[in-house]
């Protein structure tokens, strides 16, 4: 028989306490460093933004079709908070005109155990257009049949491929040898070691839809009478007018790419030693070099950016995807500013623009996924936001890959010519 239902006005009855109960939710479908084949979760908020079918939930991006590529396959996983493995869910898409379910068909259930092929309680989708115009389809879970209500959505975001091409210089930096800890001019890094950061580097940016180029040959750039052999020597003054930093981004740039420039490493000298070689990359945009022109002895801001050695890879690709997201005019997430503002919570833990690359062991947010560095310590997140959300100053950029983009048609990562 029918049972009767309440519903409570918690302001009326203040000793109950509101929940919000979730049956099920998407998440990352793996563990460890970034892959564009299975692209995280902007899980912010409840409301993606004012536009056609808008989803009641998260969102996510995957890049649209390129011609003459057959579009990636990328999955989601869909985990079960309180149903159970036997029950019936079922994927739909409300629109097959941007987006394609590869896996289970439309109709079918989802299987939670993994086969040979597949993982259990995936969602396999690939890109059905190019994404001009960045469409949204919606992803919907129904319960029970192919027709049952709807327990969950997603909002999936096909993004129109942007190409950026890179330019890679290998610099060798002269001067004295430092008495503590020396090391050699000459680049460490080797083509191979730089192929492999491009790599791991497009994993991360991919579900951003945009893809990085490197052209055909690395420069070798060689710099004289600097501070320290093999190092860029950060002092008290901002980065866009340290004269051994900007000495080198405007060394031989490529006018329509993005310069990156490598070398051994920076020591900032302001911190106590120990603490002094910890600075992995900086990046300056066009808005950077544009406000800051060359003076008597200062040749100027340029856009690119700068990058130290590191044996890790995943490290020098997350640093190197950071720092391309100051390029494209991103600013540090969940918070700015001193160390000491930065919020530990999941969502600017997870976050690309984090200014940190790695999680303090005392953080209570760092079980986020992504695994670790060679060094054992927790990786931030990967993650780029999708979503348009209110946000406090000390937060930061809520739609960070629509900035990006449009950054990037804007030619914010390009070198600034002066005659």
């Known amino acids: 028989m029918p049972f009767p239902i309440t ?25 460890g460093f970034a892959d564009a084949s299975a692209p995280d979760i902007d899980n912010r908020g409840n409301v993606l933004r004012a536009a056609p079918g808008a989803a009641y ?20 996983k869909l985990v079960r908070d309180r149903i159970d493995a036997s029950a019936k869910l079922f994927p739909e898409l409300e629109s097959t005109a941007n987006v394609s379910l590869v ?86 890094y080797s083509d191979d070691e730089i192929a492999g950061i491009v790599d791991r580097m497009n994993r991360i940016m991919e579900p951003a839809g945009m893809i990085y180029v490197p052209r055909a040959t690395i420069a070798t750039e ?19 007018v340290n004269v051994e930093l900007q000495t080198i981004l405007n060394t031989n740039p490529d006018p329509d790419s993005l310069n990156v420039y490598l070398f051994n490493r920076f020591r900032d000298i302001t911190q106590t030693a120990g603490r002094d070689l910890g600075v992995a990359g900086i990046a300056m945009s066009r808005d950077q070099a544009n406000a800051n022109p060359p003076a008597t002895a200062f040749p100027g801001c340029q856009a690119g950016f700068a990058m130290c050695y590191s044996s890790d890879l995943e490290y020098a690709a997350h640093t190197a995807a950071h720092e391309i997201g100051h390029t494209l005019r991103l600013q540090h997430y969940g918070g700015r500013g001193p160390m000491s503002r930065m919020k530990n919570e999941i969502w600017a833990n997870r976050n690309l623009m984090r200014n940190t690359v790695n999680l303090a062991v005392a953080s209570p947010a760092r079980n986020i996924g992504y695994g670790s560095y060679n060094n054992g310590r927790v990786r931030t997140g990967g993650w780029l936001g999708t979503k348009t959300l209110p946000t406090t100053a000390n937060l930061g950029q809520a739609n960070q890959i629509a900035i990006a983009r449009a950054a990037a048609a804007a030619d914010s990562y390009k070198p600034v010519t002066r005659s």
């Open 222 to 240: 060689v710099i004289d009478s600097y501070t320290e052999r093999g190092t860029v020597t950060l002092t008290r003054v901002g980065d866009q």
């Open 7 to 31: 519903v409570l006005d918690p302001k009326a009855f203040p000793a109950v306490k509101a929940r919000r109960v979730t049956l099920v939710h998407f998440a990352r479908a793996v563990e």
């Open 57 to 76: 939930g998260p969102a996510t991006g995957i890049t649209g079709k390129v011609t003459g590529k057959e579009p990636r396959e990328v999955r989601i």
């Open 103 to 188: 896996y289970p068909l439309t109709g079918v259930a989802l299987n939670p155990a993994d086969t040979s092929s597949r993982f259990g309680d995936c969602i396999y989708l690939k890109a059905n257009s190019d994404g001009a115009g960045d469409p949204e389809t919606k992803l919907k879970i129904r319960y029970g049949t192919a027709t049952g209500p709807v327990i969950a959505e997603l909002a999936i975001l096909v993004y129109k491929p942007v190409t950026i091409y890179v330019k890679i210089h290998r610099v060798t930096i002269n001067g004295p040898a430092s008495a503590t800890g020396p090391v050699d001019a000459e680049c460490a």
